[in-house]
């Protein structure tokens, strides 16, 4: 795996376990996306912050709606994160 900087590792490993493993896998995903469409993974720290950016808007959301509603949060997708075979024509 490439290497991250030092901050980015301590945030990661200070996330519940859960939510870690779900973080690893949306990283994992990323890379095995850029290895089977021959792209070289770039600004790997990047990744890793959007990772855990998108689990936790995701773990958010799946909470009850009555308990966050009327909070207003704004809608994240990170492209980076879909599958080569999610964007054919």
Partial sequence: MTK???????????LPEETRKKVEKVVVRH???C???GVEPEQMDRV????IEAVR???HFTDSLDEKWPEWEPLRSYDVYSSPADHRI
């Fill in 4 to 14: 991250i900087a030092a901050d980015i590792l301590k945030r990661v490993n200070e």
């Fill in 31 to 33: 890379l095995e996306a």
């Fill in 35 to 37: 290895r089977r469409v």
């Fill in 48 to 51: 890793w912050i959007e990772a």
């Fill in 57 to 59: 808007q995701d773990e």
